[in-house]
Nanobody
């Protein structure tokens, strides 16, 4: 019902920056919030940040506070600005959108690699 596509991953040196974009299509009126998650090799997927549809509230994992910023220029497009990247930020980054109950629609993910 909602399609999600991420873009913007890549390879960067430690201390560098990357911007990820998440574009939703389909029944986007169902979106309550949009979140970013990541999964490092051999680890479980973890929450990174999320933002309400209105943009009025954001949440961040402690590990990225002060370095990552989530924002949206419209309800269909959500951005994740990542600064001061560390090797431990390496992983596949997934965008997901939630209705009022749970994250239901996920993208395929985009690889972020931070070299030391």
């Amino acid at each position: 019902q909602v399609q999600v596509v991420e873009s913007g991953g890549g390879l960067v040196q430690a201390g560098g920056s990357l911007n990820l974009s998440c574009e939703a299509s389909g029944r986007t009126f169902l979106i309550y919030k949009t979140g970013w998650f990541r999964q490092a090799p051999g680890k479980e997927r973890e929450f990174v940040a999320d933002i309400l549809r209105s943009g009025s509230r954001t949440n961040y994992a402690d590990s990225v506070k002060g370095r990552f910023t989530i924002s949206r220029d419209n309800p269909k497009n959500t951005l994740l600005q990542m600064n001061s990247l560390k090797p431990e930020d390496t992983g596949i980054y997934y965008c997901a959108v939630s209705d009022t109950y749970e994250y239901k629609w996920w993208g395929q993910g985009t690889q972020v690699t931070v070299s030391s």
